[in-house]
């Protein structure tokens, strides 16, 4: 596991009525920076191969299974689905030629011939049908079943074609397909549960090296089917401090950040020549979710007292130095499905005071000071995120709500989530595309291992309506449909919304043809190049 070289000085934020007070540990944090940057040996990596810093490993390298950021930005590399995305979130043909669509429940895909996966083997309509075969299986417990229950039957009719036959008309069928990279059926089978171990895809780029919590090493995949990488390879260093990445970008160890970059040094970074900084509006969405089970946090109430108790703007400016725009919901406004006209919470400390005491939660001597319940809030050990768990504190103390605050390596943290094994959380939904994510995300049904329903949601009236979404093909209708539901969860606060990022990469200016993308995938690596 990697380890800091040193622990980042604490800064102590306060922010209330959008006051903020920040200590001197910024001015010290750069100081040693840059001593540290003139002090450290410069770690050369080999020529041609890109060195990317991540916070944490990948959960899973199966694509039936990748869920989190980092598993699906790298099953990316290593693996093709039958369709992918373009950057507007439109699918379009991948290992697919061509396909028909007779009517609307059908779909026949005509597979382009010649596509190797890394062993050499040839990908076929076998692999397509196994991989689907898999996922649908409930014994095989994919997070990603309920975006294919719709899949009545799976027919092999010859090397390269296979039939999709569904139950009724799915909008988001063709979007959906881009989730899944297409498993070969042979070495899946053979290696069982330990194919994430041994990930074998079609991919630009091919895993040769896994160390979980220091790196994954992929080198060129040079029979790719769309032309050989122009990079040799791609190592990612797992570095979980935020301020020991920055210091191994400025020294060359590393060669690009993508979003893992501490605001507070943003002008560290400006400032050092051999970097390049590209910055565009992005679609991750960072939430407050609660446990609906919960005794206190099953009670609206609460829920909207904590959402009228957070000053995100606040936290936007002075914290995340603007690098991020208010969120309303799930869908960002990029989203051809953005509802704007939903209920939103503003910081309001007052109002929030008094839906606690609606909410049966007095202040024990009315002076406002008092606990008048704790919560226990989980998120990472990334300095950044910390330090916003530590400001939501501090602005939940002022309206009497005390939060133990307990921080998890990105494994454990997002094992404990799927579980339920929480109260409250921070984390961020990327990539999301079609607005059926929803149903994915707050359908009764979808509570896991069936989806990603993790407080336990339940409105019969929201599972209607994202039913409804599924098969409605009308784009107006469609739409229609979508606001509704997006009123719905405004009003509900199963989660508090909080910003949409905007994607930051910083770069060592020898690298050349990376592609910031609304979601931050890594796909244009295929692309990228450095200088000799």
Request: glycine share 6%.
């Amino acid at each position: 596991m990697s380890r800091p070289i040193f622990s980042p000085l604490f800064i102590r934020v306060l922010i209330e009525s959008k006051r903020i007070t920040i200590s001197g540990a910024l001015f010290f944090t750069i100081f040693f920076l840059i001593a540290l940057v003139a002090c450290l040996k410069e770690s050369k990596p080999d020529r041609n191969t890109l060195v990317i810093g991540l916070e944490s490993s990948p959960a899973n390298l199966d694509p039936r299974y990748a869920t989190d950021a980092n598993s699906y930005r790298l099953t990316q590399l290593l693996f093709n689905p039958l369709f992918k995305l373009d950057p507007h979130f439109n699918p379009v043909p991948d290992i697919v030629k061509r396909w028909d669509n007779p009517n609307e429940t059908t779909y026949i895909f005509h597979l382009k011939k010649g596509v190797q996966f890394h062993d050499g083997s040839e990908l076929t309509s076998k692999d397509v049908k196994y991989t689907f075969d898999t996922i649908l299986n409930p014994s095989f417990k994919s997070p990603h079943m309920g975006a294919f229950e719709k899949i009545e039957s799976i027919e092999t009719l010859d090397k390269y074609t296979v039939r999709f036959i569904l139950k009724e008309p799915f909008a988001p069928f063709l979007i959906n397909m881009a989730i899944i990279g297409i498993v070969p059926k042979h070495a899946a089978e053979k290696s069982g549960d330990k194919f994430s171990n041994q990930p074998l895809g079609t991919g630009p780029f091919k895993l040769t090296g896994f160390l979980p919590d220091e790196k994954i090493i992929l080198k060129a995949n040079t029979h790719y089917f769309e032309g050989q990488p122009r990079l040799n390879g791609i190592v990612f260093k797992i570095v979980p401090d935020s301020t020991v990445r920055l210091l191994e970008l400025s020294q060359g160890g590393i060669h690009l950040l993508q979003n893992d970059i501490p605001p507070d040094l943003f002008p560290f970074l400006e400032k050092r020549d051999n970097l390049k900084i590209v910055k565009e509006e992005g679609t991750t969405y960072s939430y407050l979710g609660f446990n609906l089970k919960d005794p206190v946090l099953k009670n609206i109430k609460v829920r909207e007292a904590i959402a009228h108790a957070i000053d995100k703007e606040a936290i936007i400016r002075y914290i995340l130095k603007g690098s991020a725009t208010s969120a309303s919901g799930i869908l960002s406004p990029h989203n051809w499905a953005y509802e704007k006209n939903v209920k939103v919470f503003e910081y309001n400390k007052t109002k929030a005071l008094r839906l606690l005491d609606e909410a049966g939660f007095k202040d024990p001597d009315g002076d406002g000071l008092d606990t008048r319940f704790k919560l226990t809030f989980k998120t990472s050990t990334d300095q950044l995120r910390k330090r916003i768990a530590e400001i939501i504190q501090q602005q939940l103390r002022v309206v009497g709500i005390g939060i133990d605050i307990m921080s998890y390596e990105w494994g454990t943290l997002y094992s404990d989530i799927k579980s339920g094994n929480f109260q409250m959380y921070s984390l961020s939904w990327v990539g999301i595309a079609d607005p059926d994510m929803l149903y994915y995300i707050f359908h009764s049904s979808s509570i896991p291992p069936n989806g990603a329903n993790r407080g336990g949601y339940v409105n019969q009236s929201l599972d209607k309506l994202t039913g409804e979404g599924r098969v409605t093909l009308n784009i107006s209708r469609r739409k229609k449909v979508y606001s509704e539901i997006q009123k719905i969860l405004a009003e509900d606060i199963p989660y508090v919304s909080l910003w949409y990022t905007t994607n930051i990469a910083a770069m060592n200016k020898s690298v050349h043809g990376f592609v910031v993308y609304p979601a931050g995938d890594f796909i244009s690596l295929r692309d990228v190049w450095m200088d000799d």
